[in-house]
């Protein structure tokens, strides 16, 4: 027999799976690995951190990161509270880093600071400043978009 | 002298590596999950039967390590999936693991943001398997 009180249970827990599920969308039915990977980590970071989903929340930008020793990348489409992963780079970014796999993991290890500003006195920040510094780190759109920037590292930080 | 891999010699080995870093302790500092490797069987490459390497590694240290059925490795808290030869790739520093992972070539299961955080442990664990010297099957 359908218990009517179980059935509301289950349509609510069904409404809130949806809702999470939203969170982060793929435009390839086939996204890349590494497209997998970044949109994982930042679902769970979100899911995870008040303050990241926040920021998560008030974000909206177009942003490219391409890992340069494994020639494949992605475009983060963060929309208020929505991202889509695009394999490859798309037009239109706000920001686009370049860099090799260590480095692209090392920005996903830089501390938080206190202001909300990623840490670069550490090992880790020293090692992604002085990446910066010899170009072998390369962010295009950087100096009009800061703020942007820091938004998506705190996003991107599992520190 | 080498050990088969993927064998029980090759896992002593293997822990030893690991407890002999300093680099390891320092950077799995923190670190209580247990870790499964899954090695897929390529019976042409004289690795007929999948084997699990199962990590129980614990604060910087490796409390044990040991080779036994897949389905022990895939019972863990993080699980990397690969065939033998993206495996002996790893192994003979052909191919890095971090870049691996972002390409697809090794599939990782668990947390992800726990195990990003933990990268400089994970290359270092890579980096104890290539001191183990191996005997490979498919090299016979």
Known sequence: MHDPGRGRMARRKVETTA??????????QEPSAFAEML????EANVRANPNKRKDFDALVARVGIWVTDIDE???????????????????????????????????SNLKIGPLG??????EVGRSVALKLLRRKLQIDGLVPNIATLNRVTRIFSVQ | MAVKAFSSDWAKQFKDEVNKSSVYKSAGKGWKWTVGLVVEAEPDKNF?????????LFDGEARDITVGPASDAQKCDFVITAPYTRWKQVAMKELDATKGMLQGKLKLKGDLPTIVRYTKASQEMTECTTRVAVEWPDER
């Not at chain 1, 949109?39 to 930042?42: E, F, H, V, Y």
């Not at chain 1, 695009?86 to 796999?101: D, F, K, V």
């Not at chain 1, 500003?117 to 550490?122: A, H, I």
């Open chain 1, 19 to 28: 809702k999470e599920s939203a969170l982060v969308e793929y435009a390839s």
């Open chain 2, 48 to 56: 007929p039967e999948s084997r699990g390497v199962v990590m129980d």
């Open chain 1, 73 to 107: 990348g992605v475009t983060l489409v963060f929309d208020a509270g929505r991202l889509t992963v695009y394999n490859g780079l798309e037009p239109r970014r706000t920001i686009t880093i370049r860099a090799e796999a260590e480095t692209v993991m090392s920005l």
């Open chain 1, 39 to 42: 949109g994982g980590l930042i």
């Open chain 1, 117 to 122: 500003l990623p840490v670069y006195y550490d």
